[in-house]
């Protein structure tokens, strides 16, 4: 057995690109807002479609800004309703949740993103929003979704942390939503050490976030003071809001900068690797289930899941084959402040005891991939 331990993620990065932006920072003395991270937001809009963007310093602060501002230009009250999923990275939900808002779970479908038809069946007259996240980096039911938000008029809220570079159709799939959040974490298919884009369909709301996420100084007051007065006091603005410090800095955005410019690429050698077991594990339908991908989707394939009925033995062969593995995501509604969720979703529930993770990133060999594989179908068929 090859002594060597597969892992689950191995970001990659343009080490020389990444150097020569970050040596641009250093050179300019300028490590903050608004230097890279102006340049960062233009081509990640070019590069999406979206009209709007504003770097962050996480998809968890995109979220919090996103349904903090909501609640507050659209009128909600505590308590309030945002239909959302249960298989998800547990700030999603939190970020409902710190608005003062209530996450009500709807169920996944094969896809493992939301199911259209619970989603409509959740709406009740406190419903306001919709929270879609595009696990894996697959759109799933999301036009579906869209409809049924349109037709009650509810807020459409997409977590695009696993959808860097998926695109249906040449576009990017969720261009209608009213704020879609990114996010460029070390383990996503854009990587930086931690990072994230907000972007709102509705420019105004943007300009909210930039200051909120400024502590909610309010920069524009100093501007008006110097431009009067023709002085140069920074300390003269007004604070608007009382808020986190959210914004995104120039580190981080020369990472990006470098990095934007090989996500398509990289992308493709994760969907490379991923037909690669598609075609394995589905000659074994009764015993493997994938996630449902529509054939005009071109994903960022964010994650490689599949399900199987024993899945904690197979973690367990895979370790001990020296293969690492992952669950993304256990059922938020296992968790005790969730709770009051348990039992809403059965499918969800199913997933989250039953689904696993495999190693999927740039530096699996060719022999490391077969070796996934063979492992895997060895336990399932024994």
């Known amino acids: 057995m090859n002594d060597e331990m597969i892992r689950l993620f191995r970001p990659t990065f343009d080490v020389d690109a990444c150097l020569a932006e970050l040596k641009d920072c250093l050179e300019q003395g300028w490590t903050g807002q608004g230097f890279k991270t102006d340049r960062f937001e233009q081509e990640w809009k070019e590069y999406t479609g979206l009209e709007n963007a504003y770097y962050v310093n996480s998809c968890t602060a995109a979220l919090n800004l996103t349904f903090d501002i909501f609640k507050e230009q659209y009128g909600w009250a505590d308590g309030d309703e945002v239909i959302s999923t249960p298989i998800t990275f547990v700030s999603s939900n939190h970020s409902i949740a710190l608005a003062g808002l209530k996450p009500v779970f709807a169920d996944v479908d094969d896809s493992f993103c939301l199911d259209p038809e619970d989603v409509e069946r959740k709406i009740t007259d406190r419903t306001r929003a919709v929270l879609f996240v595009g696990i894996g980096g697959n759109p799933g039911q999301y036009k579906k979704v869209l409809e049924i938000c349109r037709k009650h008029d509810l807020r459409l809220v997409v977590d695009a942390a696993h959808m860097g570079g998926t695109f249906v159709d040449g576009k990017f799939p969720c261009l209608e939503a009213d704020a879609v959040d990114f996010s460029f974490q070390t383990f996503k298919t854009l990587a930086t050490a931690d990072s994230g884009m907000l972007c709102f369909k509705d420019a105004r709301f943007e300009k909210i976030a930039r200051v909120k996420a400024w502590s909610g100084i309010n920069t524009a007051a100093y501007s008006d003071y110097a ?156």
């Open 227 to 382: 431009i009067k007065d023709h002085k140069t006091y920074k300390w003269h603005y007004d604070v608007e809001y009382v808020s986190n410090c959210y914004n995104g800095n120039s580190i981080m955005a020369a990472v990006a900068l470098a990095q934007l410019h090989c996500l398509e690429r990289d992308n493709e050698i994760r969907r490379r690797i991923s037909a690669k077991y598609d075609a394995a594990f589905s000659q074994y339908p009764d015993k493997i289930k994938l996630a449902a991908y529509a054939p005009e989707v071109k994903s960022s394939r964010c994650l490689y899941q599949i399900v199987v009925e024993d899945r904690d033995g197979l973690v367990k062969y895979l370790n001990e084959n020296k293969i690492n593995s992952g669950v993304h995501y256990v059922d938020n509604t296992n968790y005790r402040m969730y709770a009051y969720g348990r039992g809403t979703c059965p499918h969800a529930a199913y997933l989250s005891e039953h689904m696993i993770s495999l190693p999927l990133h740039l530096h699996l060999t060719d022999e490391e991939v077969d070796r996934v594989i063979k492992t895997v179908l060895e336990f399932v068929n024994k």
